[in-house]
């Protein structure tokens, strides 16, 4: 992940950026390293005719020394107050940078996605978002590894199972007298029988 910073720092080459000769000596200072006088130089910049270039560059002196929030807010000043679509993208893509190395990573995405609408064929924009989201995934495996709920089957009409009839229970006493009754029938039943064949009488004695 790196800033954007050589690109701005000749940007009185490139566009048409209304600087003071205070912005100009600014860069000289940061090209030396010299991030105290460049911040100063920048400042009395902005304070006499804010520019984009002044408020960019100014961002990326606070980044050199290591004031993160400051170098935020400057990139945010820049990406507000500029008309230039590129211009506001970089600032974004810094801003976005900035947050990525704090591992403010939601931050950071969001700031990404603002750069590359403005520019969508930004390569390392598109890489470092990428690079985000991933880390994002990395630093919530359980929302990752959750199963996935599953899809609930329309419940299913119960068949009615039909059940025989309740099979009706006699008492002792019942069974009795159905059992009375039962012997009373075959024992009519046999003499109706008897009466028809006829029932066999005492041999007669053989005759000698």
């Known amino acids: 992940m790196k800033l954007m910073i050589g690109f701005v720092l000749l940007i009185s080459c490139t566009y048409s950026f209304a600087q003071n000769g205070e912005t100009v000596k600014g860069n000289r200072y940061y090209k030396d390293s010299a991030f105290d006088k460049a911040e100063e130089m920048y400042r009395k910049s902005l304070s006499k005719k804010p520019t984009s270039a002044a408020q960019y560059n100014l961002g990326n002196t606070l980044y050199q020394k290591q004031q993160t929030e400051e170098a935020i807010k400057s990139y945010d000043a820049t990406s507000e107050n500029t008309t230039d679509a590129e211009i506001k993208a970089k600032s974004l893509y810094n801003k976005g940078v900035l947050y990525h190395k704090n591992n403010q990573l939601n931050e950071a995405i969001e700031a990404y996605k603002e750069a590359l609408l403005l520019t969508p064929n930004d390569q390392e924009i598109r890489k470092n978002l990428q690079l985000a989201l991933i880390a994002t995934k990395k630093q919530n ?68």
């Open 141 to 208: 495996p359980e929302q990752n590894n959750k199963p996935k709920p599953k899809e609930q089957k329309p419940k299913e009409e119960k068949k009615e199972k039909k059940e025989p009839p309740p099979q009706s229970k006699l008492t002792k006493k019942q069974a009795e007298q159905y059992l009375k009754a039962l012997e009373q029938k075959e024992k009519q039943l046999q003499e109706k029988m008897q009466k028809k064949v006829g029932v066999p009488g005492q041999p007669e004695k053989d005759w000698k």
